[in-house]
C-alpha cells in the first residue's frame, strides 16, 4: 500500500571490528516527490546511510522501508524488483564508469542486468543521452574521452535507465568544477521536475543543499542532530554543529524556488 513517505529509515545502527559505531540510531523518511539532503562533515555516516538504504550494506540494526514495504526483509526476487525502482549516482564520475566498456553498452548494461528484452535498442539509448544533455556521438566513445561533468551525464542516463522513483546522489558534483557542477545541479532538478524523482542529496556544501533541497538532515559523527525544513535549518539552525556548518560558509544565497539557474558565484562546494 502506498503512503505518503516513499523511503524510511528506522533506527538505523551499523557497527564495524569491536563495536564501532559508524551509524547511531539514525531515523528520517522522504516524501514522494521532495529532495531531502543528508550534510555532514565527510567521516559523519551519510554515504554509510546511503548504502543502507539501498542495502548495498547491511545494517546492524534498524528497519528501511520503501513505499511501505520492508527492504531488509525481501527475498531475492523481490529486491530485484526493488533496485529498478531506486538507483545512485556516485561522487567520482570516472570511477563509476567502466574505462573499458563504450558508453553504449555502459547505458544498456541496466536493460540486460534485468532482463529487460527488446529494451537497451539503440533510439531508446539516443534518447537516454539526451535527456542528460548529450548526443549520439556519445555511444561510440570510451569514459576517457569525456570532461568529467559529461561522465557523471552519462552515470545520470544510467542511473535512469530503468526509470526509478529514487535516486540516491552521493555528493554528485563535489568531484566537478564549480561552473560544471552548477549546471548538473539544474540538470538534476529538471530531471526531478520531469519524472516526479525523489531523492536523497548527499553534501556538505550548506548552500548547495539550500539551494536544491527541501528539508535537509545533518549528521554528526554517526548521529542525526538536526532535521527540518531546508530554510528553516539554514535561517535559524538549532545545532550548534550545524551552526558551525554554515558559519564555514561566508555567505548563504537567497534563490528563489522558481529559480532554474544557479549562480555560479553562491556554489561553495
Sequence with gaps: M?????????GLVKEYGAGVRVVDDVSFAIRRGETLGLVGESGSGKS???????????????????DGVDVLAAGTGAM???RKRMQIVFQDPFAALNPRMRVREILAEPFAIHREQGSGNREQLLTMLREVGLDG???????????????QRINIARALAL????????????????????QV?????????TYGLTYLFISHSMPLVRYLCDR???????????LGECEQVCDA??????????????????LGAESIQLKMDDLRL
Excluded at 502506498?2 to 528506522?10: H, P, S
Excluded at 545541479?185 to 521536475?193: A, K
Design 2 to 10: 502506498a503512503t505518503d513517505f516513499l523511503v524510511e529509515a528506522v
Design 48 to 66: 554509510t546511510v546511503a548504502r543502507m538504504l539501498l542495502r548495498l550494506i547491511e545494517p546492524t540494526a534498524g528497519a528501511v522501508r520503501y
Design 80 to 82: 530485484r524488483g526493488m
Design 137 to 151: 556521438s556519445a555511444l561510440e566513445r570510451f569514459p576517457h574521452e569525456f570532461s568529467g561533468g559529461q561522465r
Design 163 to 182: 526509470k526509478p522513483e529514487f535516486l540516491v546522489l552521493d555528493e554528485p558534483v563535489s568531484a566537478l568544477d564549480v561552473s560544471v557542477g552548477a
Design 185 to 193: 545541479v539544474n540538470l538534476l532538478r529538471e530531471l526531478q521536475r
Design 216 to 226: 535537509v538532515a545533518v549528521m554528526q559523527r554517526g548521529r542525526l542532530v538536526e
Design 237 to 254: 539552525p538549532a545545532h550548534a554543529y550545524t551552526q558551525g556548518l554554515i558559519a564555514a560558509t561566508p555567505e548563504m544565497p537567497q
